[in-house]
């Protein structure tokens, strides 16, 4: 009996330690997250918070139309759409691990309003207002993408789509690029985005020392017990191996977040056309900013080569 005791007291010990992890990584309680003005912890861009407040008030002027969908496994998930003329090609854009659509793509939407295009910015699943607590790191939410991307094709039938994303939402849209996706969708932009759940997990570690890493498969047990997704179930480096979309990867060469390699491996397995541009000196999720003049030139670029523009 001392036996069995301790041994439930040990899978007890490891269940509640599993779903620590869980909570520490995966689990969003959308506190906060409402507000775009709040960056997320560990934020280490001040100089480029006046620029986007300034962004952000500017895109909070704009007139916009509710959009709901529901996602596959039944979730209710919410976007905003923006409309500058009819007939335009519509860019599809999707925000950052626990970040803000408003804040992450107040750079992206200004250039993608200037260019004439409508938009559809997302809040992805467990953030804003769409439903759902798990942060799935791109595993459900690729399907979220297509499920957002199918709707626009019903809804405006022939219009020319872009995905664009930024840091988890890149790695949602690159992670959705071998899905059936609608023929509407031509191009895909992904700027800061990570090769695969398991690589930035690691990566990452939270702060915590690196000694932590040996740990994820810990960590991959809690996302699905828990979260009841596998992190390893799919990655950008594998999705893009088999896609036939043209890609445009924006990375900054001093991003101390998502590492700049792994864009490069990105580009190195992509099978369709794909174009890596790194932006000297530019942090995490702020290449717009570091030389907003060259970055809105190979945007504008890339969506004219792949007809979505």
């Known amino acids: ?113 200037s260019l004439g295009l409508n938009t559809l910015v997302v809040d992805q699943r467990a953030h804003g207002k769409s439903e759902g607590h798990t942060i799935s790191f791109g595993i459900n939410e690729r399907w979220d993408c297509l499920c957002w991307a199918e709707y626009a094709a019903r809804r405006w039938p022939g219009t020319p789509i872009s995905l664009a994303g930024i840091s988890m939402g890149a790695a949602t849209v690159l992670m959705a690029s071998d899905l059936p996706l609608p023929e509407e969708v031509k191009g895909i932009l992904a700027d800061c985005g990570y090769s695969s759940p398991r690589a930035i997990i690691k990566e990452v570690c939270w702060g915590l020392p690196k000694i932590f890493r040996a740990f994820y498969p810990f960590t991959s047990l809690s996302a699905e017990l828990f979260g009841h997704f596998d992190p390893d179930s799919g990655s950008a480096v594998g999705a893009v191996s088999n896609t036939r979309l043209p890609i445009l990867l924006i990375h900054g060469e001093a991003d101390s977040f998502v590492p700049c390699r792994m864009s490069r491996e990105i580009a190195a397995a992509c099978a369709s056309p794909v174009t890596l541009e790194t932006f000297p000196g530019a942090e995490h999720g702020v290449s717009y900013f570091a030389d907003r003049e060259r970055y809105c030139r190979v945007v504008t670029d890339f969506l004219k080569s792949c007809g979505a523009l």
């Open 1 to 113: 009996m001392l036996i069995l005791g301790f041994l439930l007291g040990l899978l007890a010990a490891a269940l509640a330690v599993a779903y620590g992890a869980y909570r520490f990584a995966y689990y969003s309680p959308h506190k906060n997250q409402n507000d775009p003005y709040l960056a997320p912890d560990g934020h280490r861009y001040t100089p480029e918070e006046g620029p986007t407040f300034a962004l952000i008030r500017e895109m909070e002027a704009l007139p916009f139309e509710p959009v709901t969908i529901r996602s596959r496994d039944g979730l209710e998930l919410c976007g905003r759409y923006y409309h500058v003329r009819d007939g335009a090609p519509l860019q599809i854009e999707m925000h950052g691990y626990r970040g803000h659509a408003l804040r992450d793509f107040c750079g992206g939407h200004k250039l993608a309003h």
